[in-house]
């Protein structure tokens, strides 16, 4: 069974807590993890840059000057590509669309791979319980006595807690998901993960 250490609220080691070797303690496949990584990037991804083609471009209604005798080039509008001030062609839209396939056995994979890289780094805290009233201090207090004081961490809760976010808000470099909604991107993001045996339970249950 893969273990990690058990913290109180005290931010004092209690013991070690086991976990099911089939979701903390699998092969790492770096490629997975870097293609849903991209992927759930790109699906969060909005097209905003917009050009506009020769027949959205105001003007350029009037042909510029007669087909021939002047002995220059023949143009149809001001507003061709080829103008100053003329249409884009081939240019961004936003009706393209950035989104790239996943599986869901993929997904839960590569999140597997890195609660399992957390584990053997010594980045995964798991706390007996976690309470709180809403107030900034003692959350900020907890989180100076846990391992990576300081460093970017993610609080994995087992569902949402009103008390529990606004106790963690206003503290820089910690964020807080919940277990059912926690991915890759979310863990790649933040160096430490601090989570509950509750939270573990729910992240079980998900992956079984």
Request: glycine fraction near 8%.
């Amino acid at each position: 069974m893969a273990k990690a250490p058990l913290y109180n609220t005290d931010g004092q080691t209690i013991g070690e807590i086991e976990l099911k070797e089939s979701i903390f303690n699998v092969d790492p496949k770096p490629a997975v993890v870097h293609q849903v990584y991209l992927a759930l990037e790109a699906n969060a991804r909005e097209a905003w840059a917009d050009t506009k083609d020769k027949s959205e471009v105001r003007g350029g209604g009037k042909k510029p000057w007669k087909q021939k005798g002047t002995g220059r080039a023949r143009h149809g509008s001001i507003r061709s590509p080829i103008w100053k001030g003329g249409g884009v062609t081939f240019g961004p839209l936003t009706i393209r669309n950035y989104t790239q396939k996943l599986n869901k056995k993929m997904k839960q994979a590569a999140v597997k791979m890195c609660l399992t890289d957390k584990i053997r780094n010594g980045q995964l805290i798991v706390l007996e319980e976690l309470t709180a009233n809403g107030k900034t201090k003692p959350m900020a207090e907890l989180r100076q006595k846990l391992p990576g004081a300081g460093k970017s961490t993610l609080l994995v809760a087992p569902e949402l807690n009103d008390m529990v976010n606004r106790a963690t808000r206003n503290i820089q470099k910690l964020d807080m998901q919940q277990a059912v909604d926690v991915n890759v991107v979310d863990l790649l993001h933040h160096q430490y993960v601090i989570t509950t045996k509750a939270a573990i339970d729910v992240l079980e249950k998900r992956f079984a």
